[in-house]
């Protein structure tokens, strides 16, 4: 999993709140679970004026000129900007895989949804929750023109351009996790020497499990 510590970003303002998961990525588009290929059909039905089909590239859509993802001063965005309750709906781990796909390294918002925000943790997604006013504030800025933020995860801390400063909490496991890049199986092997001292010293008590039994 790639390790989050700071990152240098422009800011995506999707002045939505309650944003699910279907609405993320449509329910059609998961028939894989190799997390790559849905970053095309992020926000699909907002992003495109055709009906999505699984096999169509963006070159082949109608673009829908009026969501914010397809304004140019937003292309190449990689820290979305949200309101309340983003990520709610369904479980699908698939949501997160297309918001890391399409680029985003980072989503700020009031609040998320918790199965989504378990997922965003063990993909490597940071998710940044600021008080409502923040928000607003971030939203002002983003309004009058591009927006570019520097999100710095060790320091707890999001610097716009202009200088203004945003300070935000994480739990320690999951920033420890982001910092070092480590998902539920690299959580694991950050563990494989106790795990071979537990093995050595089970061997050593019960070798009778470890004895391949008699043929016949």
């Not at 055709?50 to 070159?59: L, S």
């Not at 910092?179 to 089970?202: K, M």
Request: a negative charge; aromatic letters at 10%.
């Amino acid at each position: 999993m790639r390790a989050f510590t700071t990152h240098r970003g422009v800011v995506a303002p999707l002045d939505r709140a309650n944003v699910d998961t279907d609405q993320i990525i449509p329910k059609q588009f998961l028939k894989s679970i190799r997390k790559t290929g849905f970053g095309d059909n992020l926000f699909d039905a907002w992003r495109y004026l055709d009906e999505g089909v699984i096999g169509k590239t963006p070159n082949e859509r109608l673009i829908n000129r009026e969501f914010v993802l397809n304004a140019p001063e937003y292309q190449g965005a990689t820290v979305l900007l949200a309101r309340d309750n983003f990520g709610c709906g369904s479980s699908r781990e698939h949501a997160v895989w297309a918001l890391l796909e399409y680029g985003f390294r980072c989503v700020i918002a009031p609040s998320f949804a918790d199965i989504f925000a378990t997922n965003s943790v063990n993909n490597g997604l940071l998710l940044v929750t600021l008080p409502d006013a923040a928000v607003d504030e971030l939203f002002g800025a983003a309004a009058r023109g591009a927006l570019t933020v520097e999100v710095d995860l060790a320091a707890g801390r999001i610097v716009t351009a202009k200088d203004g400063a945003f300070g935000f909490e994480t739990d320690s496991e999951t920033r420890r996790r982001l910092l070092r890049g480590l998902d539920d199986i690299g959580l694991t092997l950050d563990c494989v020497e106790a795990i071979r001292d537990f093995e050595r010293a089970h061997r050593a008590r019960q070798p009778w499990i470890f004895t391949a039994p008699e043929t016949t």
